[in-house]
């Protein structure tokens, strides 16, 4: 941690003393956030029942050189801490060579190589840069941070396409390639916190389409991912080598006006379990909706309010199943109200604040709330975030 | 004697003192008046919103573009002039008054959502993002100075390296 620290510092000053020979092709830019929690019951980011956890920082790193001008080099280093779901670790986050293959007056067609943001909704792309996302906490029934490993990026290839008119904007992308799929929280989110082995990712695919009116003024998505989980079970594991497979469709609707601004997504999910031994194959949905709003009071200050809610099966809602499993049946949903004020002091640095009344545990993570028999159904979550970036 | 004189002075300095400073007051009054009669000349008959030129470098193959054009330009969706030469953009900061205003009268746009387009770029390895300026007088020298260069200014450029993009 130190030691990257000091070498962003490095990099920054060699950036400040060499401003006038840092050729204009190469562009610099960073973040660095750091959040505090504090909760009624149950534990978010660390320990934050009966106290404050600092326990989730994100520091990011990104360099974008332009060799030619049909190619793009990207790449950014992302250090996060997340509780006791990640104890802090520097990772390429993604790593882009862009190629702009075919130009024309109303758009453009490219691809992309690398390890690449996946698409998923209006947020997923920048999910950890504080400054582009509208809270401190994203709406976890889509955004859920427990199993992102999944959603962040995927080693692999992209097309997309963009097409301009003069009723709107289209943009089209598909990525194939290989998410980060191991990873004990989507263990447990899938199978329980009694598994004990691994599950390997397979290649899988994320599309979106959206169509913008007004250079972003109003924006619509649609977005479909197809992935694959295989459980590779540990020694003494009682569950089998199981399939999962995982397909979530999310449409998205945003409005940014001068002041007000308006967001809904709706998540509709397919999962499938299949040969794990323990349980029967069985299939079902997973659904997740939110409504948001915001309005500028003044240029720098927003306020927000949202209402996002999660069922992990919609033909079991109350969480029946959960308790024949000798779990409690909020682990099955979830329903979050959140009030927040966003204060930007200047234009690189933001302050923010939200209060979340939550009902149901179904995103909490298993690492930060090792007995989930302990958890409270209802709860209260209080956070404060400060952020920078240049 | 010397007293009565000594108080004489002292009462016609503070004479002196209090009409000149009821004059002052009596000018400040008039002269707020003329400001606020300015004012609301100013807000009533001159148009507002005028004071914004998009301005290309001599070199570009140009002469006017649509409104959805200047948009794809500045939100870096289109990168190239149709000559194939790579489009160089420079924008102020979000706060300075002439970039406010070139966005909601150029653009029709907030300086917020074009940040909102450039920050998911920037962040997320699809894209980059203008180069950013401090001053108009910077804008000037820079557009004037790169080839295939687009900015704004908040008056018509008197240097023959630089020229207006029309609307079309």
Request: charged content about 20%; glycine content about 8%; some cysteine.
């Amino acid at each position: 941690m130190n030691r990257f620290l000091v070498f962003c510092y490095g990099l920054l000053m060699s950036v400040n003393v060499q401003a006038s020979f840092w050729p204009e092709e190469l562009q610099t830019h960073g973040f660095l956030t750091q959040n505090f929690f504090h909760t009624s019951d149950n534990n978010v980011y660390g320990q934050s029942d009966d106290g404050i956890s600092p326990g989730l920082t994100e520091i990011g790193l990104n360099l974008s050189y332009q060799p030619f001008s049909r190619l793009t080099l990207s790449a950014q280093g992302l250090y996060r801490r997340a509780g006791k779901v990640d104890g802090g670790n520097v990772r390429l986050d993604y790593g882009v060579a862009d190629l702009n293959i075919f130009n024309y007056q109303n758009g453009r067609i490219g691809i992309r190589g690398g390890r690449i943001k996946i698409p998923f909704g209006l947020y997923s792309e920048t999910r950890d840069v504080a400054f582009t996302n509208p809270s401190i906490i994203l709406p976890q029934g889509i955004y859920f941070d427990r199993s992102r490993s999944l959603l962040v990026s995927a080693d692999g290839g992209s097309l997309y396409a963009e097409h301009r008119t003069e009723y709107g904007d289209l943009s089209f992308k598909f990525n194939l390639g290989m998410p980060l799929g191991d990873n004990e929280e989507i263990r447990s989110a899938i199978l329980g916190p009694a598994a004990l082995g691994k599950f390997e990712a397979s290649p899988a695919f994320a599309t979106q389409l959206s169509y913008e009116l007004n250079g972003g003024e109003t924006v619509f998505a649609v977005s479909y991912m197809n992935l694959k989980l295989k459980y590779h079970p540990s020694a003494g594991d009682f569950i089998s080598a199981g399939n999962t497979s995982i397909r979530p469709l999310l449409f998205s609707a945003q409005y940014n006006g001068e002041k007000l601004g308006l967001t809904a997504e709706y998540l509709y999910r397919w999962n499938s379990y299949k040969d794990y031994g323990v349980m029967p194959d069985f299939q079902f949905v997973s659904e997740s909706w939110y409504l948001q709003g915001s309005y500028r009071f003044l240029p720098q200050v927003q306020g927000i309010v949202r209402y996002d809610t999660f069922s992990s099966d919609i033909n079991d809602r109350g969480g029946q199943r959960s308790v024949s499993n000798g779990l409690p049946n909020h682990i099955a949903y979830a329903k979050d109200w959140m009030l927040g004020v966003r204060w930007d002091i200047t234009s690189s640095l933001m302050v923010r604040t939200e209060y979340h009344r939550v009902h149901g545990t179904a995103w909490l993570a298993q690492a930060d709330n090792q007995d989930q028999s302990k958890t409270k159904q209802d709860w209260d979550l209080y956070a404060l975030q400060l952020s920078y970036r240049f | 004697m010397k007293g009565t004189f000594s108080l004489n002075i002292l009462f016609s300095y503070l004479r002196n003192v209090v009409l000149q400073n009821l004059l002052f007051e009596f000018k400040k009054i008039i002269s707020l008046k003329f400001v606020v009669v300015g004012f609301l000349l100013c807000v009533f008959f001159v148009p507002v919103g005028n004071a914004t030129e998009i301005v290309v470098n001599q070199s570009v193959p140009v002469q006017a573009v649509s409104l959805n054009k200047i948009r794809a330009i500045f939100t870096m969706h289109q990168r190239f002039w149709p000559s194939g030469e790579q489009i160089k953009v420079f924008t102020l900061v979000d706060k300075h008054p002439l970039h406010k205003a070139f966005a909601k009268n150029k653009l029709h746009m907030f300086p917020h959502q074009l940040r909102r387009v450039w920050d998911r770029m920037v962040f997320s390895g699809t894209g980059q993002a203008p180069v950013t300026l401090e001053s108009e007088q910077e804008m000037l020298d820079k557009v004037a100075n790169t080839p295939y260069a687009i900015g704004y200014l908040s008056r018509e450029p008197d240097n023959e390296k630089i020229r207006i993009l029309v609307n079309e």
